[in-house]
C-alpha cells in the first residue's frame, strides 16, 4: 500500500497566523491519465471527514479562499492562510491514484 | 442537495457480521460510485472497497479479504455494506462516500464488536 506521512502531527497556532502541513507518499501520485489524486480533509470532533482540496489544489465549493493545496509527485503541501477558530480540528491528506486508496495519520490543528 | 444518510448503530459478537445501508438522494445514484471508509479510534481512515452505482461492480481492498461485500439497490437508491467475521478490531464508524475523491460524506455508523 502507499503510505501518507503527514506533518506535523500537532500544529498548535496563534489566531490569524499562518500554518502548513506537508503530505509525502511514498510512491508518485500520478495516474496513467496524468492527474494526480491527492485530496485533503477537515474533520472536526464528531463530524464527518469534509473534502477541502481535491486534486492537489482545486478547493472546494465553500471552502475559504484561506485554504490552499499545492505540490507535486510526492510532496504535497496543505496551506491557511490565516488561521481561524473555525479551523480547529484535523486534516488529513488521502491519495486516490493507488488501490487501496490510503490517507496520512492526521495533523490535529488547535489554537495556542 | 446531494446527501448520504447511513443506518444506525449496530452491536455485534465476535463471529458475526454487520450490515451498514447508505442511502443517497439530490443526485442521480447510477452515476457515482459509492465508497466505504472506516475508522476506528486511534487509528488512520481505512479505505476499505467501492462499488459502481450503475453497474455493479465492485473493488475491495486486500486489507479486508473475503469478509467484505458491496451491493447496491438502485430503485431504493442505496448502497449496502456486508462486513463478516467481525473480530474486535473491527470496531469503528463506517463511512460511505460518492466518489474516489471522497466528495460527499455520510454521518457514519458505529459498529461495536463486543461478547
Known amino acids: 500500500d502507499v503510505v501518507m506521512t503527514q506533518s506535523p502531527l500537532s500544529l498548535p497556532v496563534t489566531l490569524g497566523q499562518p500554518a502548513s502541513i506537508s503530505c509525502r507518499s511514498s510512491q508518485t501520485l500520478v495516474y496513467k491519465d496524468g492527474t494526480v489524486y491527492l485530496n485533503w480533509f477537515q474533520q472536526r470532533p464528531g463530524q464527518s471527514p469534509r473534502r477541502l482540496i481535491y486534486k492537489v489544489y482545486k478547493r472546494d465549493s465553500g471552502v475559504p479562499d484561506r485554504f490552499s493545496g499545492s505540490g507535486s509527485g510526492t510532496d504535497f503541501t496543505l496551506t491557511i492562510s490565516g488561521v481561524e477558530a473555525d479551523d480547529v480540528g484535523v486534516y488529513y491528506c488521502m491519495q486516490a491514484t493507488h488501490w487501496p486508496y490510503t490517507f496520512g495519520q492526521g495533523t490535529k490543528l488547535e489554537i495556542k | 442537495q446531494v446527501q448520504l444518510v447511513q443506518s444506525g448503530a449496530e452491536v455485534k459478537k465476535p463471529g458475526a457480521s454487520v450490515r451498514v445501508s447508505c442511502k443517497a438522494s439530490g443526485y442521480d445514484f447510477t452515476v457515482h460510485a459509492i465508497h466505504w471508509v472506516r475508522q476506528a479510534a486511534g487509528q488512520r481512515l481505512e479505505w476499505m472497497g467501492w462499488?459502481?452505482?450503475?453497474?455493479?461492480?465492485?473493488r475491495s481492498s486486500p486489507n479486508f479479504q473475503d469478509r467484505l461485500t458491496l451491493t447496491s439497490d438502485t430503485s431504493a437508491s442505496t448502497a449496502y455494506m456486508d462486513l463478516s467475521g467481525l473480530k474486535y478490531e473491527d470496531t469503528a464508524v463506517y463511512y460511505c462516500?460518492?466518489?474516489?475523491?471522497?466528495?460527499?460524506w455520510g454521518q457514519g455508523s458505529l459498529v461495536t464488536v463486543s461478547s
Open positions: 462499488i459502481n452505482a450503475g453497474n455493479g461492480d465492485t
Open positions: 462516500t460518492r466518489t474516489r475523491n471522497g466528495s460527499y
